[in-house]
């Protein structure tokens, strides 16, 4: 008997919990620029819950935008409520430098902190800046991998030209490129980007909104190097979870970018004082 | 579920292809994901000869019975339509199923001091008006200006297509002062906005589409089986709503709406 497919399962609204599902960019809370409903974390983990999404990966919207200490409290807050579940980034500001080691000292042991979340656009910081460069270094030498937020060549503080400038500096950390550029130019500068560079990885929001259909990525960079977001609660994470489960795509990269390239990527940079 | 995609188009695109490039592949996606029918545009109606791809969108559609043609408009109506007569003609031909307008890419503004005649008219045909404009290009005045047209032409429905997840403060005041205002599903992707604008304004304002084949359709069919609403209300979106409308449609030649 031929297996159901997941398009088949997903057009009758099957849960995918045995897909064990990894949302590798998600958020907490609520920001400043646009209304979307409230979004704790009892209220996310019940959403994951109804799609069969079983780990998230949070960085709170406060973590990212004016007040980092209070986003990785909530963090701290989040994984401990729900062990297995949320895994968190550490949210650094690059003009707060005096503060890093302390930051990295207390949350970079706890297991569920995998890596660091960088929004240059919500610091107001350009990412070749030298705060930003201190923090790559800190990955570099303690291990866990970087997102970071990117935008087209409009955006002043992490175009793709900025990113490349400051992330070819440092090939032994990570990088995720959050939203593969998000506009249509600069998807494509993404892609070139992660065929150019072995450690740099792209996620799958935020180009949403151009014309790259999620097909072409898989055709045009290294498999295990897409990886799985939602943005939310920005975004919807049912629209996130359909974005792959209804594509054309087969049920074995569907399984790939919804859970095991990120256990690749986490695995290939693990912290050296978990 | 039946799906009715209320916002696809067909033709040539630039920077890049778009993944369906014809009409086939397009109903191929369709079948794939239970797209029962799609009221298409041509893209040269919008980025290159206006009345060449509104032709263009009514031909594809006769020979693709899944296919709707979607007819482009902007306010002149004498020098671009041969005038109202012309228009209604062309409408009514070619059962148009809905009238497509880019005020910003076409350069002109929504205020009804420009588009009286064009409203008039699409008031006494009872004629879906698709607004189209990309999230992140709206000014504050056109939703001024879409707030002053739903409330002077109360008969027209007025459906902002691809409102984007940035919308909210917007749209939701719209949504709760004019019965004719509608959005899409296309980048209606904040958290829950299909759940809330559902329970605060009724699932009657949602209509089903996908932006194909600029966006991917199958989100937007998936964001809708699995919404947090009533099954009752899913049906609303995916096609009772723009089942609703057309059936009001009044085409003064040929007979009634399909």
Redesign the interface.
């Known amino acids: 008997m031929t297996p159901t497919s997941i398009?088949e399962r997903?057009?009758s609204?099957d849960t995918f919990s045995d897909l064990h599902i990894v949302d590798a960019h998600c958020h907490l809370g609520t920001g400043h620029?646009?209304?979307?409903?409230q979004?704790a974390i009892e209220q996310m983990i019940r959403e994951a819950d109804?799609?069969g999404v079983e780990k998230l990966c949070i960085a709170p919207e406060a973590g990212i935008e004016c007040d980092y200490k209070y986003g990785n409290e909530l963090m701290l807050d989040s994984i401990r409520r729900y062990p297995g579940r949320v895994y968190g980034y550490l949210c650094l500001n690059p003009f707060y430098e005096d503060e890093f080691e302390r930051m990295f000292d207390t949350y970079y042991p706890i297991e569920q902190v995998i890596g660091v979340k960088i929004h240059p656009g919500g610091h107001r910081a350009r990412i070749d800046c030298e705060g930003y460069q201190k923090i790559f270094h800190e990955v570099e030498k303690r291990g866990g991998f970087v997102l970071s937020h990117t935008w087209g060549d409009a955006d002043a503080y992490c175009n793709l030209t900025l990113c490349e400038e400051a992330m070819r500096r440092f090939p032994n950390v990570r990088f995720i490129l959050a939203h593969s550029g998000g506009t249509?130019?600069s998807v494509?500068r993404a892609v070139q980007m992660v065929n150019r560079y072995p450690h740099i990885f792209l996620d799958t929001c935020g180009f949403?909104?151009t014309?790259?259909?999620?097909?072409?990525l898989t055709e045009q960079c290294p498999f295990e190097k897409i990886l799985f977001g939602s943005d939310?609660?920005?975004?919807?994470?049912?629209?996130g979870?359909?974005?792959i489960?209804?594509?054309?795509l087969t049920d074995s990269q569907k399984a790939g970018l919804l859970h095991e390239n990120f256990e690749k990527l986490l695995k290939g940079c693990p912290k050296t004082n978990a | 579920m039946r799906f009715i995609d209320i916002n696809a188009m067909l033709g040539e695109?630039t920077?890049?292809r778009?993944?369906l490039q014809t009409a086939e592949d397009m109903e191929k996606?369709m079948a794939?994901?239970?797209i029962e029918k799609a009221y298409i545009m041509d893209t040269k109606a919008w980025l290159s000869e206006l009345s060449v791809g509104n032709l263009a969108a009514v031909q594809t559609a006769k020979e693709h019975p899944a296919l709707r043609p979607v007819m482009v408009m902007t306010p002149l109506l004498e020098q671009e339509f041969g005038g109202r007569e012309g228009a209604v003609e062309f409408i009514c031909r070619h059962r148009v199923g809905a009238v497509r307008l880019f005020p910003l890419d076409h350069n002109f503004t929504l205020h009804p001091w420009n588009t009286d005649r064009l409203f008039t008219l699409m008031s006494d045909l009872r004629m879906p008006v698709l607004i189209d404009r990309?999230?992140h290009s709206a000014s504050f005045e056109e939703y001024d200006q879409l707030y002053r047209l739903c409330r002077e032409y109360p008969d027209v429905p007025v459906v902002l297509l691809t409102p984007?997840?940035?919308?909210?403060?917007m749209i939701?005041p719209i949504l709760e002062k004019c019965a004719n205002f509608y959005v899409d599903t296309s980048?209606l992707?904040?958290?829950?906005?299909?759940?809330?604008i559902t329970a605060c304004f009724g699932a009657e304002h949602i209509l089903f589409g996908t932006r194909m084949?600029?966006?991917?359709p199958?989100?937007f069919?998936?964001?809708i089986?699995?919404?947090?609403i009533s099954e009752e209300d899913k049906e609303k979106i995916a096609y009772k709503n723009i089942v609703r409308l057309d059936s009001q449609i009044r085409y003064p030649y040929g007979g009634n709406s399909q």
């Open positions: 398009l997903a057009l609204r620029e646009f209304y979307h409903a979004a109804t799609m249509v130019e494509k949403d909104v014309e790259h259909w999620i097909n072409e939310f609660p920005y975004h919807d994470l049912r629209y979870v359909t974005r489960l209804f594509s054309n | 695109w920077p890049k778009l993944f996606e794939r994901l239970g990309m999230e984007g997840y940035r919308s909210a403060r939701y980048l992707i904040a958290y829950r906005a299909v759940e809330e084949p600029y966006l991917e199958g989100t069919v998936g964001r089986l699995y919404a947090d």
